[in-house]
């Protein structure tokens, strides 16, 4: 079936740090589980982004698999807001486990190179009964009509950009997050269909060195073949 997406809100209280998709019109004002107040970023986010920093996020489920959380973070005029998410998940209670570098054919023909990482947190369930969450996170980033899962590469670009023709593009971290479903090998295919959809429509045209600001998509059909 088809993605629906909803916005995501954050409790702002270090100690719950839990994550609430909006369905509704009204977005709630408080966290369901503690009272605590809602944002669009999660307090480790906020700590580390820039004032100018463009955040858009959408939650997607199609009733086949745990959703799908996309978010994608546009640079402001400091380069700082573009990170590596290594930076930020340990922040949020996330433990990393293995990487690798993921290539993902894309429904307009390109493909597009992601960053994977095994990620597991723990997680306590309103019966106060604590497991182990465990998940997948996949990042990349575009700009300047160029496209790389190394930030490395990514601030040689802009540095080059800079020095060379005096300018500085605008870059967009791209990240898409889910739970384990019947193990990592088909969960993973699973966010490589959903990516090889999504991404051309988050991104745009990218011969046009400008990220799309407009964000993920309400709805969108995995059966697309253009964007």
Known sequence: ???AGSDVLFCQNPACLQSSPVDSLVPPVACPKCQSPLATLS????????PDTL???KNYGDGNGPPLLVSVVLSGMDRLSIHRPQNC?????????L????SIPLSRGDSVDFRVLDIDQLAEASSGTRTIRRGIFAYTYA???????????????IAAERLLHKQASRWAYVSIAVDLD??????????KRFTAVLYPLVMGDESSKRPSQTGPPRTFSPRSSHP
Request: charge should be positive; aromatic fraction near 8%.
């Open 55 to 57: 955040v858009l996020r």
């Open 99 to 102: 990487s690798r570098n993921v």
């Open 182 to 191: 019947h193990g990592t090998d088909a969960t993973l295919e699973r966010l």
């Open 1 to 3: 079936g088809d993605f």
């Open 89 to 97: 998940l340990p922040s949020q209670g996330y433990r990393i486990g």
């Open 43 to 50: 307090p480790a986010e906020a700590s580390l982004l820039p």
């Open 143 to 157: 700009g300047g009509g160029r496209k790389t899962s190394s930030q490395l590469m990514m601030m040689f670009w």
